[in-house]
């Protein structure tokens, strides 16, 4: 019952980081008026905002214009809801001190991250306001779980250095190959990793960026000079590192 109660308390965050991922990109309020209608814009009754359940009874249609909804919202409250629960079994096989405390701080990143990831992906932004939070997120969880003045130093090189070096792609390419959100997201992925962590995720963000380029573009759906959003594959190569980068680097290395 633990694990169904954190998993719906994650669904409930999503609906919320769902607000976030449509309110942001337009410079509204996140937190000022009721949600609304995307399509006809009135305003949604309590029914309608029920975590995953609403877009099943509603069968995928607005209650009011009756057009379809996008499956976003269902999507990002189900992952939301499957973070919660992973990040709460992560924190608990880690330790019992401040387990609590650190598994709160790894939410806000990972939420910070979800919008991030859905926002870039359909807008090609990435909103300074989850930056924030992301590295608000990332120095608690840091300074957390850790009292190791050497380990913290080397966390705050790693977040400068994976910055540099997008910065140097931002400005080799003037912008076309790399955007500026890119680079301050890179300032908190590289501090939430560390060095080793930090390599690889940054390996996984180019080569799965580079796979999907490929083939979107072997398929008809994009061109050489259309402009693909970075961000999410940051966020996918940051999440897999950091759960799976220490088994990933000795598996490559074992190879040598």
């Known amino acids: 019952m633990v694990y169904v109660f954190i998993f719906v308390l994650g669904c409930i965050v999503g609906s919320f980081l769902n607000v976030l991922i449509d309110r942001l990109p337009q410079a509204e309020n996140p937190f000022v008026g009721r949600s609304h209608c995307d399509h006809c814009k009135k305003t949604l009754r309590v029914v309608d905002l029920?975590?995953?359940?609403?877009?099943?009874?509603l069968k995928g249609k607005s209650s009011c214009c009756h057009k379809p909804l996008s499956w976003r919202m269902p999507l990002v409250e189900l992952t939301t809801g499957i973070i919660f629960v992973y990040t709460w079994l992560y924190s608990l096989q880690l330790s019992t001190v401040y387990y609590e405390l650190r598994t709160?701080?790894?939410?806000?990143?990972?939420?910070?991250?979800?919008?991030?990831?859905?926002?870039?992906?359909?807008?090609?932004?990435?909103?300074?306001?989850?930056?924030?939070?992301s590295i608000f997120g990332v120095l608690l969880y840091t300074f957390s779980s850790s009292f190791s003045y050497v380990l913290i130093y080397e966390n705050f090189l790693s977040g400068a250095g994976a910055a540099m070096f997008l910065l140097l792609i931002f400005l080799f390419t003037k912008g076309k190959g790399m955007g500026f959100g890119d680079v301050k997201l890179a300032l908190a992925l590289g501090l939430f990793l560390g060095p080793e962590k930090a390599v690889v995720g940054m390996y996984l963000a180019f080569l799965t960026g580079a796979i999907v380029s490929l083939i979107l573009i072997l398929i008809g759906r994009k061109?050489?000079?259309?402009?693909?959003?970075?961000g999410p594959f940051l966020i996918v190569g940051t999440i897999i590192s950091f759960f799976y980068g220490g088994i990933l680097s000795t598996w490559y290395f074992s190879f040598f």
């Open 50 to 57: 029920i975590p995953l359940l609403s877009f099943v009874m």
């Open 104 to 133: 709160l701080f790894l939410l806000i990143i990972f939420c910070s991250f979800l919008v991030i990831f859905f926002v870039d992906f359909k807008h090609h932004i990435i909103p300074d306001e989850m930056i924030i939070s």
């Open 223 to 230: 061109k050489l000079k259309h402009k693909i959003a970075f």
